[in-house]
């Protein structure tokens, strides 16, 4: 309930008693039960704990308390209290002898006077013998209660041991003696060895020889009158080395900050921290400072713990220099372009730079991973570039446009190959744009388009055929052509019998020889074969007979 159930946290001090409002040596919190208001309230908490049913010897339950209460004075039965029941929570049987009742009035053991008169009672120990419970589930119930009457209050604070058997473990076994402590806030103390028929000594404390192996002791718990039963507990000695357990090396970007934190296997609290260097941490004495430093830095943690025993490790933190990302690139390209992209920042050696440009199609075809690349657009529009630096755990991120123009496709058609003197066709792609022509041995002043042009070239030899085109948008496309011009075969009939021809008698011609040349003579009917470059007839009557000679351009030649 809110107010009168209250979770306490922190290094706070009750407000009358001025003792900690957490249980010294317990845990991280304590529950308040009540307030100091007034108004005949009371609460109540009830802890569960389930005893082993094989525990059937020695099973105790530690817990700390402290209560605060007026004294206006009344019967008993009307004063401000503080109760501790502990029941079978199954048959609502009592545990044998571990109720027991605080209630407000003057000569309580172990209570003081604060000013105004209010009784406090500081942090104390009691113990809950459950070993005749095995295998039963076991409610204890906290109870805190004003006065009856209304007038006057009463609180208290609860925490309860997790633990149910404590063990004493050294961690520097080099150490010659060693201090055994029992609970706080009983009457009388009796320290015994294992065996229980050693008395080893009567304080609450008991300073002994540090073993060499694990040891069991016992300490007698003689609690103050009409508080319980007395008790006996056993602790155990063991020896263990003290290891550090902490964050591992580790890296940030400069300007960042990390948290390391740090531990220890000793159990013997409280635990003092030590860190350094001390210029770029929050806290050194503290668990888990926050680091912030500039350049690389080894963190050296020592943790000592109640017996002095200590250990030292420590943690390495990368620092990462800065990243910084800048898109510098011009405003507008044509489309197809190479365009130059700048990461335009100083940035440290080996950073490395993750270039985006697909979102609009685009393509880095030079400079993958550094810090200029070149890339280029197939299509017009506004284009997005992106860039993240990165160096190690820094990063830093841009993005800027580019508008890309529309490219002009300068093309044109006509055949790879023509004969001298013969005309050529050319003909263009049509658009809106400016035709610049560059041809070998000819010249097309014209710059707009045409359908066509005729050209004749006299000389053989390749002829290269450029052409430029230049759209509204300034952007220029460039093709260029080889067209061979080629001369002409040579047509020359060579009569190998030059005399005169009897009628009937046979002849032979024959032309000049050429790489790839074709043959055709006529009229066909005259000779044997009409393709060969050597032909044979038979004289029949006087006429004439014919050549024709093409070459691989089909380029013609006649006799």
């Keep these: 309930m809110a107010g009168r159930h209250t979770l306490m946290s922190g290094a706070g001090v009750d407000p009358v008693g001025g003792f900690p409002v957490v249980a010294p040596g317990g845990g991280k919190y304590s529950l308040r039960l009540g307030n100091s208001n007034i108004g005949a309230e009371a609460e109540r908490a009830r802890y569960y704990v389930r005893v082993p049913a094989n525990q059937n010897n020695i099973y105790t339950l530690l817990y700390s308390y ?54 406090y009672k500081p942090w104390s120990t009691a113990s809950i013998d459950l070993s005749s419970m095995a295998g039963r589930t076991v409610a204890i119930d906290f109870t805190s209660g004003d006065c009856a009457l209304g007038g006057h209050y009463g609180y208290a604070y609860i925490d309860v041991a997790c633990n149910f058997f404590q063990t004493h473990t050294l961690y520097c076994p080099d ?33 002994i020889p540090t073993p060499t192996t694990t040891t069991q002791f016992a300490v007698i718990l003689e609690p103050y009158p009409g508080f319980g039963c007395p008790d006996t507990i056993y602790t155990t000695f063991s020896i263990s080395n003290m290891t550090i357990d902490h964050t591992p090396d580790t890296a940030l970007c400069s300007g960042t900050s990390v948290q390391l934190s740090s531990g220890t296997n000793s159990t013997s609290a409280p635990l003092a921290y030590s860190w350094s260097p001390a210029a770029t941490l929050s806290c050194t004495n503290c668990d888990s400072p926050i680091a912030s430093p500039s350049v690389t830095t080894k963190y050296y943690i020592t943790i000592t713990d109640k017996d002095g025993c200590d250990a030292t490790d420590s943690i390495l933190v990368r620092v990462d220099e800065k990243v910084f990302a800048e898109i510098l690139v011009a405003d507008t390209f044509c489309a197809f372009d190479s365009v130059s ?17 697909n979102e609009d199609y685009g393509t880095i075809i030079h400079g993958l991973g550094n810090d200029t690349i070149i890339g280029t657009w197939p299509s017009p529009g506004l284009k997005k570039i992106k860039v993240e630096a990165i160096n190690g755990l820094c990063k830093a991120n841009d993005s800027d446009y580019v508008y890309i123009k529309e490219k002009p496709f300068a093309n044109f058609e006509g055949d790879k190959d023509v004969c001298v003197g013969m005309p050529w066709t050319l003909r263009p792609y049509p658009q809106n744009a400016i035709y610049e022509w560059t041809i070998d041995g000819q010249s097309i002043s014209e710059t707009e388009f045409r359908d066509a042009f005729t050209l004749t070239w006299n000389t053989t030899g390749e002829k290269m055929v450029r052409l430029k085109v230049i759209n509204e948008s300034g952007c220029t496309s460039f093709k260029e052509e080889s067209i061979g011009v080629h001369e002409y075969p040579i047509a020359d ?15 032979e011609l024959s032309a000049a020889t050429g790489y790839r040349y074709a043959y055709s003579w006529s009229p066909p009917q005259y000779f044997s074969n009409n393709r060969s470059q050597t032909v044979t007839g038979r ?21």
């Design 66 to 119: 402290a209560v605060v209460f007026q004294n206006p004075g009344h019967g008993q039965t009307d004063q401000p209290r503080f109760e501790v029941t502990v029941f079978d929570s199954a048959t609502g049987v009592p545990a044998p002898c571990n109720d027991f009742t605080h209630v407000s009035g003057v000569g309580l053991p172990g209570f003081q006077t604060a000013p105004g008169g209010v009784l």
């Design 539 to 559: 004289a029949e009557k006087e006429g004439y007979v014919y050549l024709v000679v093409s070459n691989q351009w089909n380029c013609v030649s006649r006799e």
């Design 341 to 357: 992209i700048i990461n335009d920042m100083l940035n440290p050696p080996n950073s490395d730079f993750r270039w985006n440009l």
């Design 493 to 507: 009939i060579i009569p190998i019998q030059a005399e005169k021809l009897c009628k009937g008698k046979e002849y």
């Design 175 to 207: 150490n010659p003696t060693y201090t055994l402590s029992a609970p706080p806030g009983f009457q009388t103390y009796e320290w015994r060895d294992a065996s229980l028929q050693n008395i080893l000594g009567t304080n609450k404390d008991l300073t």
